[in-house]
Every structure is written in C-alpha cells, then in structure tokens.
Nanobody
Framework: QVQLWESGGGSVEAGGSLRLSCAPS????????LGWFRQAPGKEREGIAI????????DYRDPVKGRFTIFEDPTKNMVYLRINNLQPDDTAMYFC?????????????????WGQGTLVAVSS
C-alpha cells in the first residue's frame, strides 16, 4: 500500500502563485500516471492535469491551460503542480493521484492511490 502526501496549499490573494507538491510514502514506488484533481466547495471533484511518466506527456483541462503546470522530479520521486495567476475560482481542495498500470486517462477510477488533499484558498 502506498500513501500520497500533498503539501504547498495555503491562502493567497488573486494573482498569486503556489507550487503544490506530492510524494509517495514508499520511495521505491513509481507511478506510470500522475494526476492532480481538485474539488471546490459544493462541486464535484474534477481532473485538472495528468502526466504520463512513461510517454513523458502531459494534458490539462481547458480552464487551467496556460496557468497550471504539472511536472515531476524523478530524482526526488515527487510530482508538482505549479499554479500561476490564482483566481478565486481556483479555491478548492487539491488532490494528487497515482496510477500503477501503464496508460494515463482522466478517469478517477483508473488511479490506484490518492492523497488526502491540500487546501488552496484564493481571496479577491
């Protein structure tokens, strides 16, 4: 069993930036797909960025394209989400997820492990 630990959330003003981090509890675990999801108050969880570590490909949902960047540091076994120009609509709990099998999709059911989330609150 692997746990994922997110960090880096916080309260920021609109226009600010954050870098969220995610690490597995087992250093030897390597995911084939990494994803960041978020759940805003009163809304369903949505996928925002995925990274295929085998094909070295990334994909983003339209609302975050150009402002969010998902990237990994294999030497540290970490995945990050860089968020620029934060807006109040970005207020949400942010979760990282990892898929052990090859392949990468937006389906939440396809991910093997999930973190507990880190809260991002953006004030106007």
């Amino acid at each position: 069993q692997v746990q994922l630990w997110e960090s880096g959330g916080g309260s920021v003003e609109a226009g600010g930036s954050l870098r969220l981090s995610c690490a597995p509890s087992r250093d030897t675990y390597r995911a084939n797909c990494l994803g960041w999801f978020r759940q805003a108050p009163g809304k369903e969880r949505e996928g925002i960025a995925i990274l295929d570590t085998y094909l070295h490909e990334v994909d983003y949902r339209d609302p975050v394209k150009g402002r969010f960047t998902i990237f990994e540091d294999p030497t540290k076994n970490m995945v990050y989400l860089r968020i620029n120009n934060l807006q109040p609509d970005d207020t949400a709990m942010y979760f990282c997820a990892a898929r052990s099998q090859l392949g990468c999709s937006w389906s939440e059911d396809s991910f093997t492990y999930w973190g507990q989330g880190t809260l991002v609150a953006v004030s106007s």
